[in-house]
């Protein structure tokens, strides 16, 4: 498995199936300009879509304390920014199965661990920059889909277990996909949705999350924070004391307040638990 291949075989994935790319063109002159009514008509016109994003919403890391019944419901209590991150999420998903035990959680701890990205990157920056986490927040619940590129092609090998041990064991995630491919699964990520022609600036974004890049001191600002994001929740450190710690470093080389940060992760932490606690009961 070498980076030349990997990248020949996300060229070879085809198009995303013809709803999503038709709600990337709704958004295409920003979220702030969309026609809401035809948003929810596309969307309701993929019962599929609308199905796994009504599905999405009512999951209980959301923690809506009603059932939300209907799209256009979803779109005003959820926002445009959000609805889309979960429509790309949905198309992602469809497009790339496979089994995330190399990296010692299951497919439904992997979902959980996108969700909480997202979910994080909301609480804590909307009360720093509202528009900022609005339009990071659906980057975060999909930022992890290049470890879902690498799954498939380590599983399809055979080193699997080679793999899965090394990512347990290694000091430095980051650096063991580098050892391994000469990149990232963030910048695998990045590919992936150049690839798909998706939101050129977060292409931009997760090529600059590892790798030094000349950036804007805004595309900067967005770098860093979905770098606190992923150091805080991650498949090896779920919003552990350590991984907030981590990520309280950075925010305080931000500029911003650690403090709070590490409050809403806290407060993140502890729903999760809950919800983890009820998923036992049930079983």
Same mark, same amino acid.
């Given at each position: 498995?070498t980076f030349?291949?990997v990248?020949s075989?996300?060229?070879?994935?085809?198009?995303?199936?013809?709803t999503?790319?038709?709600?990337?063109?709704?958004y295409?002159c920003?979220?702030?300009?969309?026609d809401?009514i035809?948003?929810?008509?596309?969307?309701?016109?993929?019962?599929?879509?609308?199905?796994?994003?009504l599905?999405?919403?009512?999951?209980?890391?959301?923690?809506f304390?009603?059932?939300?019944?209907s799209?256009?419901?979803?779109?005003?209590l959820?926002?445009?920014? =959000?609805?889309?991150? @979960? !429509? #790309?999420?949905?198309? $992602?998903? *469809?497009e790339?199965k496979?089994?995330?035990?190399?990296? /010692?959680v299951?497919?439904?701890?992997?979902?959980d661990?996108?969700?909480?990205q997202?979910?994080?990157?909301?609480?804590?920056?909307?009360?720093v920059?509202l528009?900022?986490?609005?339009?990071m927040?659906?980057?975060?619940?999909?930022? =992890?889909t290049?470890? @879902? !590129? #690498?799954?498939?092609? $380590?599983? *399809?090998?055979?080193?699997a277990k080679?793999?899965?041990i /090394?990512?347990r064991n290694?000091?430095?995630v980051?650096?063991?996909?580098y050892?391994l491919?000469?990149?990232?699964?963030?910048?695998?990520?990045?590919l992936?949705?150049?690839?798909?022609?998706l939101?050129?600036l977060?292409v931009?974004?997760?090529k600059?999350l590892?790798?030094e890049?000349k950036v804007?001191p *805004?595309?900067?600002?967005?770098?860093?924070?979905?770098?606190?994001?992923?150091?805080a929740?991650?498949p090896?450190?779920v919003?552990?004391k350590?991984?907030?710690?981590?990520?309280?470093?950075i925010?305080?080389?931000?500029?911003?307040?650690?403090?709070?940060?590490?409050?809403?992760?806290l407060?993140v932490?502890?729903?999760?638990?809950?919800i983890?606690?009820?998923?036992?009961r049930?079983k």
């Open positions: 498995m030349k291949h990248i075989n996300i060229e070879s994935l085809p198009p995303l199936s013809n999503p790319f038709i709600i990337r063109q709704i295409s920003g979220s702030q300009n969309i809401i035809r948003l929810v008509k596309v969307i309701e016109d993929d019962a599929a879509l609308a199905a796994n994003i599905k999405m919403i009512n999951a209980p890391i959301y923690g304390s009603r059932k939300i019944a799209i256009a419901q979803a779109v005003t959820f926002g445009t920014d =959000e609805i889309y991150g @979960l !429509v #790309l999420k949905y198309a $992602v998903d *469809k790339l496979t089994d995330t035990e190399i990296y /010692g299951d497919n439904k701890r992997f979902n661990i996108c969700q909480l997202s979910t994080l990157m909301m609480q804590w920056y909307s009360r920059d528009r900022h986490a609005q339009f927040s659906p980057l975060a619940l999909i930022m =992890e290049g470890k @879902l !590129v #690498l799954a498939n092609e $380590v599983l *399809k090998s055979h080193y080679k793999f899965e /090394g990512y290694a000091k430095n980051i650096e063991y996909e050892s491919l000469g990149t990232t699964t963030y910048y695998l990520s990045a992936l949705f150049e690839h798909w022609m939101e050129p977060y931009e974004i997760l600059g590892d790798f890049t804007s *805004k595309v900067k600002s967005y770098i860093d924070s979905l770098d606190v994001i992923r150091t929740v991650n090896r450190n919003l552990t350590e991984s907030i710690k981590e990520a309280c470093e925010v305080e080389e931000m500029g911003l307040d650690a403090g709070d940060f590490e409050h809403i992760a407060r932490k502890e729903k999760y638990n809950q983890l606690i009820n998923r036992m049930k």
